[in-house]
Every structure is written in C-alpha cells, then in structure tokens.
C-alpha cells in the first residue's frame, strides 16, 4: 500500500496569494495590516512560535506589534494589555501565547481579546457562534487539520474518526469541524477507558495529546489516515504523538515537523484579514 505523505507547505503556500493580496489592498486604504503577538514569560516555545509568526506576517506585507511582558505579570496586568490592544485603532487581530504562566487563567485572558480582533476563537462569544454554527470561525489548528485534510482529497463523509486530546484550542474544535464535514467523532483523552479499541476502528485518528509517539501500530487498522498534530521535543528534535512505525499502516499522514503547525500558522493570517 502506498502511503501519502500529506506535507503541510503546500497547503499553506495555497493561502499565501489571497492573503497577501488582501494586506496589500489594505495597505492601498492606508492600513498596515498588524498583528499584536503577546507573550507572557520566557517560555521557549512560544518565543519560537511568536518569531516564527513574526516573521510569516512580514512576509505577506504586514506587520506584527510584539508585546512583552515578565512572567510575573499580574492577571489585571496582563488583562490591561489586552484591553488597550482592543481600544488601539492600529491593530489588527490579537494573539495572547498560550500556554500562559501558571498563575494565570488561559481562558480569562483569551476571553479577553474582542471578538472582532480575535485571531485564534479565543472569545467565548466568538467559541459559542463557531459551536452553534453560526460562525466558520474555529481556532487556527483546527482549522488547518481540515484544510489538510481537504487539500489531500481525504474524504470524510461517514468516516470514523476517532480525536485524541479535548482541549479548547484542538481536541474540542477540531471534532466539532469533522462532525460537520459529516464524519462519526469519538473524542478521547487521559480518562479514556480501552482508548485502543477505539482508534483501532478508526478511519482517520487526530492526535492530539502532547506526549511522544503515544499512538503505536497496534492502535490502529490498515490504511488509518493521521493526522499528527503533537509537538513534543525529545533530545532536542521535535517529534509528533504518532510512532514512526505506524506509517507503515497508514494511507495518509501528517509528519511533525512540517505537517499542521506550518498550516496553522497560515490560518492565523488568514484569520487576521477576515477581521479587516
Ligand atoms: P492540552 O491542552 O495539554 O490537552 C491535551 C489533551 O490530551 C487533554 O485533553 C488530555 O486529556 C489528553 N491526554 C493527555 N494524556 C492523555 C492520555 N494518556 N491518553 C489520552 N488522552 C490524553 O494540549 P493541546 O494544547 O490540545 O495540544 C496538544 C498537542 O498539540 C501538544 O503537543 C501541542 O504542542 C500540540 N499543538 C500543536 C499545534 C500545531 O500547530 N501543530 C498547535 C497547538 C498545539 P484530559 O483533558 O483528560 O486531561
């Protein structure tokens, strides 16, 4: 069998042309596109996360505002933040770096960020109309596995799919997404009882979950699509939630790196002139 190797670049090199048309049409009415990246702390990750972004941003014509503040912000601190990037006319869409310091609520703050300027569904107003169907608008990984999927022809009209993981940002979200594209969701996660049994009847697995080649071979049937979105370093490499091995059993796979975060970073721009 052979297996498809479901590269991100492609599908978010698809995206480049119409965003940056919009930026540059923008920019024509007098308005630079901006995007303010908010980081809280030292955390590696999302220090890389937010140059990665910058640095995206300025290649498709706009501009990103770094606001940096110490890890031993105040909630009402950082709240102030976030409420004066709300009220300045100049930017664009918001993104606080999650996961926040420890001492700090991720939900009260993303609640935070207005709805209009709120580039990753981190408002819950904007979460309940994305929930209701009212509003396209999920979170940008979500978004990506789909647009993944969609590129690579995955069909999922009354397919299995089994998502690892339930946070709000994935898991939650981007089960909701297959369930509208009309496949039978299962969402699992730490208190999962028999998780195998269940992703072995799976078409398609999205794993979600943060914890290293967590998924093995014998967890899934013959032909499985995956779609790996964990990002996890183990001895200075990054690696996914899927064993490599599994590959051998899959039709279709995402691999880490250069699966779904090159595509969710893409989505966060294309969420950024949605709110032009
Ligand atoms: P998270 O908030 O930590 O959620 C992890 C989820 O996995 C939780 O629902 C948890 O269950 C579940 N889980 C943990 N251990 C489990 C186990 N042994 N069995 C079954 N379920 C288990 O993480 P997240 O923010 O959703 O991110 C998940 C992964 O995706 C991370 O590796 C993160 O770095 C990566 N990520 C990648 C991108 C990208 O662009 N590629 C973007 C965001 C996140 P409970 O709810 O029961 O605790």
Same mark, same amino acid.
């Given at each position: 069998?052979?297996?498809?190797?479901?590269?991100?670049?492609?599908?978010?090199?698809?995206?480049?042309?119409?965003?940056?048309?919009?930026?540059?049409?923008?920019?024509?009415?007098?308005?630079?596109?901006?995007?303010?990246?908010?980081?809280?702390?030292?955390?590696?990750?999302?220090?890389?996360?937010?140059?990665? #972004?910058? /640095?995206?941003? !300025?290649?498709?014509?706009?501009?990103?505002?770094?606001?940096? +503040?110490? %890890?031993?912000?105040? =909630? *009402?601190?950082?709240?102030?933040?976030?409420?004066?990037?709300?009220?300045?006319?100049?930017?664009?869409?918001?993104?606080?770096?999650?996961?926040?310091?420890?001492?700090?609520?991720?939900?009260?703050?993303?609640?935070?960020?207005?709805?209009?300027?709120?580039?990753?569904?981190?408002?819950?107003?904007?979460?309940?109309?994305?929930?209701?169907?009212?509003?396209?608008?999920?979170?940008?990984?979500?978004?990506?596995?789909?647009?993944?999927?969609?590129?690579?022809?995955?069909?999922?009209?009354?397919?299995?799919?089994?998502?690892?993981?339930?946070?709000?940002?994935?898991?939650?979200?981007?089960?909701?997404?297959? #369930?509208? /594209?009309?496949? !039978?969701?299962?969402?699992?996660?730490?208190?999962?009882?028999? +998780?195998? %049994?269940?992703?072995? =009847? *799976?078409?398609?697995?999205?794993?979600?979950?943060?914890?290293?080649?967590?998924?093995?071979?014998?967890?899934?049937?013959?032909?499985?699509?995956?779609?790996?979105?964990?990002?996890?370093?183990?001895?200075?490499?990054?690696?996914?939630?899927?064993?490599?091995?599994?590959?051998?059993?899959?039709?279709?796979?995402?691999?880490?790196?250069?699966?779904?975060?090159?595509?969710?970073?893409?989505?966060?721009?294309?969420?950024?002139?949605?709110?032009?």
């Amino acid at each position: 069998m052979e297996t498809l190797l479901m590269q991100g670049k492609p599908v978010a090199e698809k995206y480049r042309e119409a965003i940056t048309a919009k930026i540059a049409q923008a920019r024509l009415q007098g308005r630079t596109v901006t995007l303010a990246i908010v980081v809280v702390g030292d955390d590696p990750a999302s220090h890389v996360y937010k140059n990665r #972004l910058m /640095k995206l941003i !300025t290649s498709l014509g706009g501009q990103a505002k770094e606001v940096l +503040l110490p %890890e031993a912000s105040s =909630e *009402a601190e950082v709240l102030e933040t976030i409420t004066s990037l709300n009220q300045d006319d100049t930017i664009t869409g918001i993104l606080p770096m999650m996961p926040l310091p420890a001492h700090l609520d991720d939900a009260k703050i993303g609640a935070a960020v207005l709805a209009a300027k709120d580039v990753d569904c981190l408002n819950t107003g904007n979460q309940g109309a994305f929930l209701a169907g009212h509003n396209p608008w999920a979170a940008s990984t979500p978004r990506a596995c789909m647009a993944i999927l969609e590129h690579y022809g995955i069909e999922l009209t009354g397919k299995r799919a089994v998502v690892l993981g339930r946070s709000n940002v994935v898991g939650k979200p981007v089960a909701l997404l297959l #369930l509208q /594209k009309n496949a !039978t969701v299962t969402i699992c996660h730490s208190r999962t009882k028999n +998780l195998a %049994e269940l992703t072995k =009847e *799976a078409d398609i697995i999205v794993a979600a979950i943060g914890k290293p080649a967590f998924v093995t071979p014998e967890m899934v049937k013959e032909g499985v699509v995956i779609v790996d979105v964990g990002i996890n370093a183990v001895d200075g490499k990054l690696v996914g939630d899927v064993a490599p091995q599994v590959v051998a059993k899959a039709s279709a796979f995402t691999p880490v790196p250069g699966g779904v975060g090159v595509v969710s970073n893409m989505m966060v721009m294309e969420a950024l002139t949605r709110m032009l």
